[in-house]
């Protein structure tokens, strides 16, 4: 039962108060919210508070750590100082916080109906981040990125985008700020997902199928193929491309990156301060990962309370999930790879599938990543996480039975986190446990709709990708970059 508190009580594990106001949280209500000042002024950077140093990236050529120079043809100043930096808080401009009041700070729900359908004593909040106008988490960072493009002088910013949800955002954030927008959408999901494309236009991007006939890497898979279904390694190539050819033009990545999962810390911070509201502290943080940066974001500031203040009166698990069609983190090599198809990107230390993997064309496109974040993949190395695979078919079982107890018809990326949710709350029914159970519905699928008529029409193939795939793909990398075992930093861990 969750019990009423009262807007003064402060609790002993909570390090950031924001100021806010909780809706009273009787017994009937559904929602944990926060006023506008809820906002947080910070983002968390969970750089200095890992459980050994973040292996650096690697530049191929030399062979050694990249330098923050090399990057700033690619990114703004600011995110790469981001990106390496050792603060632990990082505050959140003004201008950046005024257009998070759009939609911030989003709704945790209790979702009642769907403990009631499951008849379990298990509580299970979430907190949504559809609401935002793009529909998922993505804004939070696109926003942030646009700004600081904005405020170092850059036109133009270009990206690649799988499920439509990045794209979109950035669409979206770079109108905000005045710059011109270039999105490479994943030529799979551009044929699924037309809807996507035109609020990206709607927005003022422009748009193309990748591969495309824009670049010159596009062009030699396009020109071979024009129906190739893309992947989001070949679409970051172009997209990388695009940038590092043309002036006051720089390239924006929508997860993976420290500074992206950063910014995605409002999200774990206002959860956190909205449990505490209601006297809730979970004892499971579950959410999906594509490249990481939605789970991040919830569950970096829990990972504070647990292993760095260690105020958190529970030792919280840390529960990710993902498609068996793209299981980077239960079947993948945790080695140094390229984070794009055409090897423009540094070395990245993460778990794999080959950075040449062409996934099924599964409906959980933003799912489709050969790689994950390296802070998850050191996390998930040092035992922190507990990873979960299961296949699209159950997924959106799962996501129906949640469709039709919510309300709220889920994103297909979430749907992942909600088959281990239901999944969990029925082992808490046959094992009498009342866990508290929060988790990240990241957005909502009312794009996602040809899916969900897929799934109602017995069209979904349950794909499980062949291990024998992903150690091809790595003997391919390692027979290219032999000395990539000698270099010395994924080494003890
Ligand atoms: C709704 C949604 N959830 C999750 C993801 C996966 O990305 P990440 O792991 O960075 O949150 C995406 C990516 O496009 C997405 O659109």
Redesign the pocket.
């Known amino acids: 039962m969750v019990l009423l508190k009262t807007m003064s009580a402060k609790s002993k594990y909570t390090h950031h108060q924001h100021s806010g106001i909780a809706m009273p949280n009787n017994s009937n209500n559904r929602k944990v919210l926060l006023d506008e000042d809820g906002i947080p002024k910070e983002w968390y950077n969970i750089l200095p508070d890992l459980p050994a140093p973040l292996p650096p990236p690697i530049n191929p050529a030399t062979r050694e750590p990249v330098k923050p120079q090399e990057l700033e043809r690619v990114f703004a100043k600011e995110l790469i100082r981001q990106e390496m930096s050792q603060e632990r808080w990082i505050p959140i401009p003004e201008e950046v916080r005024e257009v998070y009041r759009l939609w911030r700070p989003t709704p945790l729900y209790r979702a009642r109906r769907l403990e009631q359908y499951l008849k379990t004593p298990a509580r299970i909040y979430y907190k949504f981040e559809g609401v935002s106008p793009p529909g ?3 804004p939070n960072t696109a926003v942030a990125q646009a700004y600081y493009n904005m405020k170092e002088g850059i036109e133009r910013l270009t990206t690649e985008t ?2 439509g ?2 794209g979109s955002s950035l669409a979206f954030a770079t109108m905000l700020f005045g710059l011109k927008c270039t999105v490479y959408m994943v030529r799979a999901s551009y044929n699924q997902k037309p809807y996507r494309a035109i609020l990206m236009r709607a927005w003022g991007a422009e748009i193309y199928p990748s591969p495309s006939n824009k670049t010159n890497f596009g062009r030699s898979l396009y020109e071979k193929d024009p129906n190739h279904p893309g992947s989001l390694g070949i679409a970051i190539s172009e997209a990388l491309e695009d940038a590092v050819t043309h002036d006051n033009t720089r390239y924006s990545l ?2 993976v990156l420290n500074h992206v999962l950063m910014h995605q810390t409002v999200q774990g911070l206002e959860a956190k301060r909205q449990m505490e509201m209601i006297d809730e502290y979970p004892d499971i943080v579950a959410g ?8 991040s974001g919830l569950f970096w500031p829990f990972y504070y309370d647990v292993y760095v203040s260690k105020k958190a009166p529970k030792k919280t698990k840390f529960v990710a999930t993902e498609p068996t069609a793209c299981p980077t983190m239960t079947k993948g090599i945790y080695t140094y790879d390229f984070g794009d198809t055409a090897k423009m990107t540094p070395l990245l230390p993460m778990y794999t599938l080959g950075s040449d993997f062409i996934p099924a064309p599964i409906h959980a496109g ?2 489709r990543y050969h790689g994950d974040a390296p802070t998850l993949c050191l996390l998930l190395k040092k035992g922190y996480i507990e990873p979960h695979a299961y296949n699209q078919v159950e997924v959106f079982e799962a996501a129906s039975i949640f469709a039709r107890t919510e309300g709220i018809v889920p ?1 297909p ?2 749907s992942h986190t909600i088959k281990y949710v239901i999944d969990e709350a029925l082992r808490c029914k046959r094992t009498g446990e009342e866990k508290v159970i929060l988790f990240n519905l ?2 909502h699928g009312y794009f996602d709709l040809q899916a969900y008529l897929d799934y109602f029409e017995g069209r979904l193939q349950p794909f499980e990708y062949p291990e024998e795939e992903i150690r091809r793909s790595l003997e391919r990398l390692k027979s290219e970059l032999p000395w990539i075992d000698q270099l010395p930093y994924l080494k003890n861990l």
Do not use: D, N, R, T
């Open positions: 998922s988490h993505k799988g499920a949800q990045w929508g997860s999906c990962v594509g490249g990481g940066s939605s789970f933003g799912l994103a990326e979430p990241c957005g």
